[in-house]
């Protein structure tokens, strides 16, 4: 049997972070989904799908994504029931997420997530030490480098 989901659509409203009694965190969030197909009146339409991710992920969820924030999310379906206050017996279906990716940038448009399910992606980079043998490359290395004469190339090296 096969239960897996992968998901791309829009934060509805920011995450909300939670932790348990023994102090497992946990994100629940929804997903807003477009549909493949308009209405018959033309409008596009979506889906709203809940959301739960645990641990050390959920705690990144709630740090980097906001209302809004495009995010892929890969998990399973997941429905349970529980006796609410008024003793009504209430259905829940959700996906729960094994990761979540974040789509945008951290800036892009005023909205906020990372590029990796950590969000830390994009400070990689620009934290990283140079390595001191590439600082030290010599002009000749490349032999394109300051090259504004033509390169020589015969008909018969191109390989079509």
Do not use: H
């Not at 934060?11 to 629940?28: C, F, H, I, R, S």
């Amino acid at each position: 049997m096969i239960n897996r989901v992968v998901l791309v659509g829009r934060l509805t409203k920011d995450p909300e972070l939670k932790y348990t009694p023994t102090g497992v965190a946990v994100a629940n969030f929804t997903l807003a989904v477009n549909r493949p197909f308009s209405s018959q009146d033309g409008n596009r339409e979506a889906d709203f799908i809940n959301c739960v991710i645990w641990r050390k992920p959920a705690e990144n969820v709630a740090n980097f994504l906001r209302k809004g924030s495009l995010a892929g999310v890969e998990g399973r379906i997941n429905t349970r029931n529980y006796e609410n206050q008024e003793g009504r017996r209430v259905y829940v279906t959700e996906v729960v997420a094994d990761s979540v990716q974040f789509l945008e940038p951290r800036n892009s448009g005023g909205q906020q997530s990372g590029g990796s399910s950590y969000g830390e992606e994009n400070n990689y980079n620009q934290n990283r030490k140079p390595n001191n043998n590439q600082n030290n490359n010599r002009q000749d290395d490349d032999p394109f480098a300051g090259g504004s004469q033509p390169i020589d190339i015969s008909d018969d090296d191109l390989p079509f």
